[in-house]
């Protein structure tokens, strides 16, 4: 790509400017690191370092004491590891919950994208975090960025040979899209890292050591991609990896439960702006089918054309989505077949039934076992009430299988040989997960991190939404809905990390304690939700919830989803199309 002149380069984002100087994602990151005058980055190389998988963050509980000591803010980073599939081994675990332990706020993260968040990262800790994370054979590399993200993919405990087939095209395509220069190597890893690190430093850490710099991106070009892009590979019948809010998507056509093909879906998106019209929630459209070995040209080529037209200006536009959406499926149709060479077939039929993640034991193919264990909001911590880091510590020590970081924050055990089973059953309840007494509305429940360190946070999310559902829990047992799964979700702000656009029943925070209430999204994902009411606290949340949901457990039909009841008994319209979510 060639170089944009100063003057091209005042036109656009001012992001662009950042790329353009960084170098290929150097930029000054390496003097900043060094600054022992404040606990931040240079402002440009805090959004460089994203590309590498961190965030600058900082406590916004002590943002106005601070403030009132003439303090600068308490900075400290979030560091997002790259997990294809969300799959890990357990001895990958213990290193997570080591360096969480060592480094961070003693808790990990699990996402709604299937990564592992660490948070609390003081800077004069990044490197050492960074290189036992590598040391671990994990990365950080493209977790963030304008780049393609994690690459998720379906976990399904049902049909294990076809997933660990689709979960190796994952994979691939995560690999295949990585950045390739070598500013990452020679920031974080260096030699003097590596003297520092643990005995149980992992063979193939040396030679990543090893690449000697380089300058290019045969991919992405010196400006990346004018914004984020994320990938996911789900296997019907479970849209558990919210496919289409993906900027790009494969869904698997198997035959006998081998894998053939891809049908591609292209341009989802969920976020919006408040009060904004021109943005808004995108679902993808399916346009076409290819074969397996295609996919990883597929996944180039489309983010290519990303590359050269997306709005480098307006970054609130500057998603996949706004492109398609503005140019048309039927150009992205023909461009794709020109950039490839050969035509995408038409779509193949395919079913999702469900988005939600399977609880307890399932047995899998090879005689092992998987169980899916529910972790509230991803957040794995030790608290009086639950010792559930040490719990999965202890699992991990015991376990041969692998883990699996499902796409609703939810963490299964996979792969148990059923001689391993009884002893991590015996710590499953030593350490008291249990799933079994939770309302099925609590077990298809996700929020995002918000508070306190989500510098976009309007609202509390994470901290706040178990004790909302334990009002919502009361009015499901008196509706008789104990057993019924509605996806609820929630987020500190429209941006929609937990992906509540896509809810039966979604909440966007708008204000402290105050919330848009969104109703009438798909149980399988295929439909967004609609605004139902605006700006409102938990007593008018409760009060406006109760009587929709009794009469959901008095009116609806057999098999109606509580998304499907909401729009026929006309509380919201139905939204067709992204266009029409303000409507
Ligand atoms: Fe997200 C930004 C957390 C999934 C849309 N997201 C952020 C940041 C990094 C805030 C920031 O930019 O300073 C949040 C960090 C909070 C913290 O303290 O940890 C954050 N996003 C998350 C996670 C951890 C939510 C969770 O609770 O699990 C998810 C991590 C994903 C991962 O592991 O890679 C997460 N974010 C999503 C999703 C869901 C998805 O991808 O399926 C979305 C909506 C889908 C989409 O992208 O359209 C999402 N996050 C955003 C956006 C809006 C992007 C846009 O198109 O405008 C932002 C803000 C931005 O990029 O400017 C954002
Ligand atoms: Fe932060 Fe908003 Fe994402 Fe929640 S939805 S984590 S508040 S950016």
């Known amino acids: 790509m060639i ?18 100087a960084g170098n290929y994602l150097r930029g000054t990151l390496v003097e900043s690191l060094q600054d022992p005058l404040t606990g931040a980055l240079a402002e440009d190389d805090a959004q460089l370092s994203k590309y590498h998988g961190i965030y600058q963050q900082d406590d916004r509980d002590l943002r106005d004491e601070r403030r009132r000591q003439k303090l600068e803010p308490r900075y400290q980073f979030m560091v997002r590891i790259r997990v294809p599939g969300g799959v890990c081994t357990p001895m990958q675990w213990l290193d997570v919950d080591r360096i969480a332990n060592t480094w961070c706020n003693r808790t990990i993260r699990l996402t709604s994208r299937q990564t592992f968040q660490l948070h609390g990262v003081a800077k004069r800790n990044l490197k050492s975090t960074i290189a036992e994370i590598n040391a671990a054979l994990l990365d950080t590399i493209a977790a963030c960025g304008d780049v393609n993200r994690n690459v998720m993919c379906h976990s399904n405990p049902y049909q294990s040979r076809l997933h660990a087939e689709v979960y190796e095209y994952a994979r691939r395509i995560s690999e295949h899209l990585l950045p390739r220069a070598t500013a990452y190597h020679e920031i974080w890893l260096d030699k003097a890292e590596l003297s520092g690190l643990p005995a149980q430093t992992k063979p193939g850490y040396e030679e990543l050591l090893s690449s000697s710099r380089k300058d290019e991106e045969p991919i992405y070009g010196k400006y ?3 914004r984020k892009f994320k990938i996911a590979l789900a296997v019907p019948p479970s849209n558990d990896v919210d496919i289409f809010a993906n900027d790009l998507g494969f869904i698997a056509i198997a035959e006998d439960n081998h894998l053939l093909g891809f049908n591609v879906t292209a341009g989802g998106g969920l976020s919006l702006t408040h009060g904004e019209t021109s943005t808004y929630p995108r679902l993808a459209d399916v346009i076409g089918y290819c074969l397996k070995n295609k996919a990883l040209q597929v996944a180039e080529e489309i983010v290519k054309i990303q590359r050269d037209n997306g709005d480098r200006i307006n970054r609130k536009h500057a998603r996949f989505k706004y492109t398609l959406e503005d140019r048309g499926v039927e150009w992205l149709k023909f461009e794709l077949n020109r950039r490839l060479g050969w ?14 993640d399977r609880y307890g034991w399932v047995e899998g193919a090879n005689d092992t076992w998987h169980r899916t264990l529910f972790i509230p909001n991803g957040r794995i911590a030790d608290t009086d009430d639950h010792p559930m880091m040490t719990g999965l510590r202890e699992i991990a020590k015991v376990h041969d299988g692998d883990f699996r970081i499902t796409a609703n924050q939810n963490l299964l055990i996979g792969q148990v040989s059923s001689e391993r089973k009884p002893a991590i059953d015996a710590l499953l309840e030593q350490y ?7 309302t099925a509305l609590r077990l298809n429940s996700m929020a995002c991190v918000a508070f306190p360190t989500c510098g976009l946070a309007m609202a509390e999310s994470e901290r706040y939404f178990p004790s909302l559902l334990d009002k919502l829990d009361l009015i499901i047992k008196q509706a008789g809905l104990q057993r019924d799964p509605i996806l609820i979700r929630m987020t500190g702000c429209p941006n929609g990390c937990a992906r509540s656009v896509l809810a039966e029943i979604g909440f966007i925070g708008k204000a402290p304690g105050k919330y848009n209430l969104y109703l009438g999204g798909g149980f399988y994902g295929q439909r967004l939700n609609k605004l ?3 700006n409102i606290n938990e007593e008018q949340i409760v009060a406006e919830l109760t009587p929709i949901l009794h009469r959901y457990g008095r009116e609806r039909e057999p098999g109606e989803r509580f998304g499907d ?8 319209k139905e939204v067709s199309a992204g266009k029409d979510f303000h409507l």
């Open 3 to 20: 170089a944009k002149t100063p003057e091209e380069l005042a036109k656009l984002a001012d992001a662009e400017r950042i790329k353009d």
């Open 343 to 356: 035509n995408m077939e038409p779509a193949r039929p395919f079913i999702f039934e469900h988005s939600g």
């Open 432 to 438: 008291r997960f249990t799933d079994t007494g939770q």
């Open 565 to 572: 009841f909401v729009i026929r008994a006309g509380y919201v």
């Open 532 to 534: 139902y009411r605006e």
């Open 224 to 226: 990346y991609l004018p």
